[in-house]
């Protein structure tokens, strides 16, 4: 089930993703002790990001994971690890053994099987923030590719043939990204559009791969609702 909501503005997307979080963070707390959370690139999460340093918050037990990164130096400006220190990890106090960035600058292999092996000792998550690109793709999961949404699908994708720079990336699959308690999906610009459009009618987006028990959320500014 997705649950379609539609503001005036981007801003009114970012107002609405932050105390969405916020709750989220205060609901896992106080029924399991922890919150766990995945992390999103791009620049309406960026945005969130830079919203969440002002939380009033247990940043001890918040646990941070990423959807996606790209095969990049680990400081490089691009990487989604780079973008979420800068724009608000850098400014909060969580323990930095429970920030868990996708290490893509030992390779494709060994970063592959060091997160999974990080995440065989994560159950579900708490929440998975994702974005939605222009052709419909969500963290690095692209169409005409490899999804993971089978059962048996491996929690990490490698990804080596992306069809935008750079080329070699990691993703968590389909089915991975599902085992979570909630989604919540950040859409903005009039670029999103044609794939909202086609997410709507029922194409077979990778973005619609993403299904949990709870529904998915989506939140969009008027720009990109249809």
């Known amino acids: 089930m997705v649950r379609w909501q539609w503001f005036d503005s981007d801003a009114d997307v970012r107002q609405a993703a932050t105390r969405?979080?916020?709750?989220?963070?205060r609901e896992a707390i106080a029924a399991r002790g922890a919150f766990h959370l995945v992390l999103a690139g791009g620049g309406t999460p960026r945005a969130v990001y830079q919203t969440l340093p002002a939380l009033s918050t247990d940043w001890t037990k918040w646990h941070l994971y990423f959807g996606d990164e790209r095969m990049l130096p680990a400081e490089h400006a691009d990487r989604n690890?780079?973008?979420?220190?800068?724009?608000?990890?850098?400014?909060?106090?969580?323990?930095?053994?429970?920030?868990?960035?996708?290490?893509?600058?030992?390779?494709?292999?060994?970063?592959?099987?060091?997160?999974?092996?990080?995440?065989?000792?994560?159950?579900?998550?708490?929440?998975?923030?994702?974005?939605?690109?222009?052709?419909?793709?969500?963290a690095s999961l692209f169409p005409g590719h490899d999804l993971g949404a089978g059962e048996d699908s491996p929690d990490v994708l490698q990804v080596r043939d992306a069809p935008k720079p750079p080329l070699a990336r990691l993703s968590l699959s389909a089915q991975r990204l599902s085992r979570t308690r909630q989604v919540l999906f950040l859409v903005t610009g009039a670029g999103k559009r044609e794939p909202v459009a086609r997410w709507k009618n029922g194409e077979a987006i990778p973005a619609a791969a993403i299904n949990c028990d709870n529904g998915v959320d989506v939140l969009l500014d008027a720009a990109a609702w249809t």
């Open 81 to 138: 690890s780079k973008m979420a220190h800068d724009a608000w990890l850098a400014q909060a106090p969580i323990p930095p053994h429970q920030i868990h960035p996708m290490p893509t600058e030992l390779g494709l292999n060994a970063a592959a099987a060091a997160y999974a092996d990080l995440l065989r000792g994560v159950g579900e998550f708490d929440l998975v923030l994702l974005g939605l690109g222009e052709d419909g793709h969500t």
């Open 20 to 25: 969405y979080i916020a709750a989220a963070a």
